[in-house]
Structures are given as structure tokens and as C-alpha cells.
């Protein structure tokens, strides 16, 4: 039988036939040592996992961002989706940061964003703790005795004439119309021993 020009290409191309390189995928190999393709929901399941990626990085403070190693063009197009306004917009955006993503150093930029969640977390605790020791310093005496056993270096006649004023306007009743807000004194009293607790060394009453 007569081959014809395209019989003859296809037989040509048989021994290739089934190997379908995907760039920026690590190659697999079955039992045969031939490549194996990637499935689609596996394709999928990473493009959406790099667009998450890239969705916390581009939620980083400026200085976070700016400290990051990336190529040019991740860092153009994250900018650009911070600009960006729209739902719409937004979303196309992301999708060409999730693409670019495929050319950076995931594990670095994943190091950066779990750093950031951790101070976020730490920051979060302190804030809580200084709240909580705020109520017991007002509440309680034995609470002003605990926190300067624990904080040596305290400045400790500042710290009882803000706890004296706190609860002062804590013992005050509110008049009608009048604004629901903490008073300054407590404002105060929380400013005082917040930076206390910012490391997360907290020593609990």
C-alpha cells in the first residue's frame, strides 16, 4: 500500500507518541523508565496552590515585600495587583502572579509569609495579654503585686498612678449620652504595659 506524505509523518512521529512535556513540572517516571504526564486535577491543584502563594505574599507589608529576592517580573505584577481595584481585575491579576510564581524561589517566599504569620500571631497574643493584665491590674491588687514580681524593671510609682486613675473612671457611672468608649486612663494604662509583652515572654498572673 502507498504511503501517503501524512501516513508517512505519523509513523515518523510514532516513537514520541504519549510523551507530553510540561515545563516547570519535575519529570516522573514510570515502572518502563517512560515520562509520565501530570494529571490535569494535579496541574490544577498546583496552579491554584501557587496562586495562593502568591495571594499572601502580595498581602505582606511593604517592607516585607521589598526585602523579598524575586524576578522583576513577579514583583511588577504583584505590584500591579495591589494597585488593582476591581473584583475582575483583581482576579485576571493573580492568575498572571500565580504563572509567575512558577519561576521563583517557592520555598523562600513560603519562609517569608510564615514569618509574617508569625509575628502577626505573636503580635495578636500580646495584644490579649495586655488587655487581660489591664482588667487584673484594675480589678485586683494582688494583680499590681504579680506584674511587678514579673516586670522588675516597671516603672512602679507610673504604673500605680495609672492604675489609680483607671479605676477612678472605672468607678464612675455613665451618664446618659455620654460617650461609651474606655476612658484615656485605660488607653493609658494599656500603652504603659503593652510593650511588656511584645516578645510573647509572658509570665501569666
Known amino acids: 500500500m502507498a504511503l501517503t506524505p501524512t501516513t508517512r509523518m505519523a509513523r515518523r512521529a510514532a516513537p514520541h ?27 490544577k491543584q498546583q496552579a491554584q496552590d501557587l496562586q495562593t502563594l502568591g ?10 515585600l521589598a526585602a523579598l529576592d524575586m524576578p522583576d517580573a513577579l514583583r511588577d ?16 491579576q493573580m492568575q498572571l ?10 520555598a523562600a517566599l513560603r ?12 503580635d495578636t497574643l ?20 504579680r506584674w511587678i514580681h514579673n516586670h522588675p524593671d516597671t516603672d512602679v510609682q507610673q504604673l500605680r498612678s495609672l492604675v489609680r486613675a483607671a479605676r477612678r ?22 500603652q504603659f504595659i503593652k510593650p511588656s509583652l511584645a516578645t510573647l515572654e509572658v509570665d501569666k498572673p
Do not use: N
Not at 510523551?19 to 501530570?38: K, Q
Not at 495571594?55 to 516585607?64: I, K, N, Q
Not at 505584577?77 to 485576571?92: L, N, S, V, Y
Open 17 to 43: 507518541r504519549g510523551i507530553d512535556v510540561h515545563y516547570g513540572e519535575p519529570l516522573a517516571f514510570d515502572e518502563d523508565g517512560l515520562p509520565t504526564r501530570p494529571s490535569k486535577t494535579r496541574l
Open 55 to 64: 495571594m499572601a505574599v502580595a498581602e505582606l507589608s511593604a517592607d516585607r
Open 77 to 92: 505584577a504583584i505590584e500591579q495587583f495591589r494597585r488593582t481595584k476591581g473584583h475582575e481585575g483583581r482576579r485576571r
Open 97 to 106: 502572579v500565580g504563572k509567575l510564581m512558577r519561576s521563583a524561589d517557592e
Open 111 to 122: 519562609e517569608a509569609v510564615a514569618e509574617a504569620e508569625l509575628g502577626s500571631a505573636r
Open 126 to 145: 500580646a495584644l490579649h495579654e495586655a488587655e487581660r493584665w489591664r482588667a487584673e491590674l484594675i480589678a485586683d491588687d494582688d494583680a499590681l503585686t
Open 169 to 190: 473612671d472605672a468607678a464612675k457611672p455613665l451618664l446618659p449620652g455620654q460617650d461609651s468608649r474606655q476612658p484615656k486612663s485605660y488607653r493609658d494604662l494599656f
